[in-house]
């Protein structure tokens, strides 16, 4: 496993230096270097924070700026930041409106938010959405993961707040999102954790790991690697029947790579999801395609499915300016 | 070589026809599928015409839009484009200020770029740019080659061709760019063709290719693998040799990603590479860091030094509408 890097412990800190170095017109460190936050906040808007394991980038720090988030904090490799970190964002990003804390369906990750809501509550209206979008579940205690559908809720909860949605209903606007984006992946490689240098599962050359995690976790079930179009309309299927009855609204299909899948491989997939739910009777409104949410150079994909109302699809369309998404209207 | 197509043969139409539809606001196919080009071309502006082989997206096809180019025409992988696509593509989107042709120096490329133009040169006023910005050279009738330094040369006479510049104003910028703009690529592992499925060079556990191209050609040396630090000096090291004296002005530094390279680590080399130049006395004032120009799925990292004038500046800075780079303002 050959990396750019000079140790792993300095890889995580090395890496947001180089990242805020590159973007210091759009963002900076908070306090500490504890997180990364929007260099110029606005007064009165309710602020919204992220965070979670490093690996996943460019989420979450690539989603800070005008339109999606005003922090994120960054942990060590698939591990939740800390409490103090979380705190520390919170202290620096409320502006007086209250602070919306964005949170992947995850133990850790739900533990030390919820710890941070608490130690800064004296002081910080404080709420908290947390992301379950996966169709395949993590432990019994966690139920469904957060993975790629958290890009869609941080960015309409992030054009709403930009919009001056007070804290309760950026809350609703994120629980209501939970019951209608669904996500699953598909791995051909497994990940190698850098501290461990072994891969968290090994597949064989004619094999596939279906509903995989974004953390190197085994996923539902072990197939025979197939081709794109069985590939993918596997995942649509799964995912339709797991969203259930679809109501009228407007679908928002998202193509994502884990990181070591190449763009044409991602664009052929899409293809494939749209021409899939086109034949069942979901015309696709907007689309995303691109190496968003990562699980560091795995290769493999994601496909997720968001049904709209016409409002979110608006906040979909607003403008956005972060290192990772960038949208002119 | 597990990968997400259909078939070999198919699979770059089959991702062309997913890129088109993801983006359809925005480009659209020209006559035959043989190009992409923008939906809406402007009436009198020069024409901006790229293309090259499969394997280097998100370029060229990721750069069609509004401050960028106006087609690309897309060949099979690491293949150029036949003259034929050429010509449509000329045919199409020549509103009656001419075409700039930009071209990255490969014996392939050159050849059917020229016999395009000369195809099209009873009806159309034509010019071509060849880029040469690799500091390892290829064959020797080719010399320099073209590789990530053909982003920041598209973006700049993209920009010029919007605010009305005259196809001989256009040649005239291109060709005083490739004196100041250099890049340098080293590999941590080869690449696979999909139609050979064997890696075009092979490297050990401890071994890195220094140089390297981008379709999988050897470069100038097999190294000892090594820290990011050494790897990344060396690099900005063989950039500013070649580069020669450097005048006063703007450095754009763009470290890209050769597609199985995940933004962490090339955010590293980054800050690594801006630390270097401004050693040298050489600050930085624009950045890119990102994966733009690949090899397929290769593993590696290119750094890219431009120095630019106010105006190129000027011209880097202006709005940019495309799949892969967009910017507000």
């Given amino acids: 496993m050959k990396k750019f890097m000079n140790a792993v412990d300095s890889m995580v800190a090395e890496s947001l230096e180089g990242f805020v170095a590159a973007h210091e017109q759009l963002i900076a460190f908070g306090a500490g270097r504890k997180f990364v936050r929007r260099r110029t906040l606005t007064t009165g808007k309710v602020a919204i924070i992220s965070g979670g394991g490093a690996g996943h980038e460019p989420m979450h720090t690539g989603f800070v ?69 996966d169709v395949a579940h993590g432990s019994r205690s966690q139920g469904r993961r957060g993975v790629a559908g958290t890009l869609i809720v941080e960015k309409l909860i992030g054009a709403s ?20 984006i669904r996500s699953m992946g598909v791995a051909l490689r497994g990940v190698a954790v850098p501290n461990t240098r072994r891969e968290t599962f090994v597949l064989g050359a004619d094999e596939m790991e279906m509903g995989v995690g974004i953390h190197g976790e085994p996923g539902r079930s072990r197939e025979a690697f197939t081709n794109a179009t069985e590939i993918v309309e596997a995942l649509c299927t799964a995912i339709l029947a797991d969203m259930g009855e679809v109501a009228p609204a407007n679908a928002l299909l998202f193509v994502n790579g884990f990181g070591g899948t190449p763009s044409p491989e991602l664009y052929l997939a899409y293809g494939i999801a749209r021409r899939f739910l086109e034949s069942r009777g979901i015309p696709v409104s907007r689309s995303l395609v691109g190496t968003y949410v990562t699980s560091l150079d795995m290769a493999g994909l994601s496909v997720t499915l968001a049904m709209l109302t016409d409002a979110e699809t608006a906040l979909w369309d607003a403008p956005v300016s972060t290192a990772a998404l960038n949208r002119l209207r």
Same sequence: chains 1, 2.
């Fill in 65 to 133: 700026g005008p339109g999606m988030l005003d922090a994120a904090c960054t942990g060590h490799i698939f591990t939740s930041p800390t409490p103090d970190q979380i705190v520390a964002a919170i202290e620096e990003t409320d502006t007086g409106a209250g602070c919306l804390l964005m949170v992947k369906n995850y133990d850790g990750d739900v533990m030390n938010f919820e710890m941070a809501a608490e130690m800064a509550a004296a002081h910080h209206a404080i709420d908290m959405v947390v992301v379950k979008d």
């Fill in 161 to 180: 707040a930009e919009n001056g949605a007070k804290l309760q209903d950026l809350k609703a606007l994120g629980d209501g999102l939970n019951h209608r």
